[in-house]
């Protein structure tokens, strides 16, 4: 039994139109190949490494706050840092 890759090949022009298209071929493990003025380009689609880890936006230096012993509160000044009551 022999498994038979599809290549597609496409001009400048069709390729521009059809990029969507090209894309999602590649991404299936077909060949793709873009041909202008008899240079013979492939298209191959390539997985990403696992996203990295961002950094925090905002570093708990309290650890009170951590344990979320304080919340915001809206008054007539704006919002302050108020403790939370224990339960």
């Known amino acids: 039994m022999y498994i038979v890759h599809m290549t597609k090949r496409y001009s400048v022009a069709h390729a521009r139109r059809r990029m ?3 894309l999602d071929s590649a991404e299936r493990g077909e060949a793709v190949i873009i041909e202008r ?3 013979r ?3 191959v689609a390539t997985k990403n ?3 990295r880890a961002r950094a925090p ?3 708990i230096v309290d650890p ?3 344990r ?3 919340t915001w509160a809206e008054g007539a000044s704006g919002l ?3 403790g939370r009551k224990r339960r």
Do not use: N
Request: zero cysteines; hydrophobic letters at 55%.
């Open 20 to 22: 969507a298209e090209m």
């Open 37 to 39: 003025k008899g240079v």
């Open 41 to 43: 380009f492939q298209l």
């Open 49 to 51: 490494k696992a996203p």
């Open 57 to 59: 936006v905002v570093e």
């Open 64 to 66: 009170a706050v951590d």
């Open 68 to 70: 979320g012993d304080w």
């Open 80 to 82: 302050t840092f108020v």
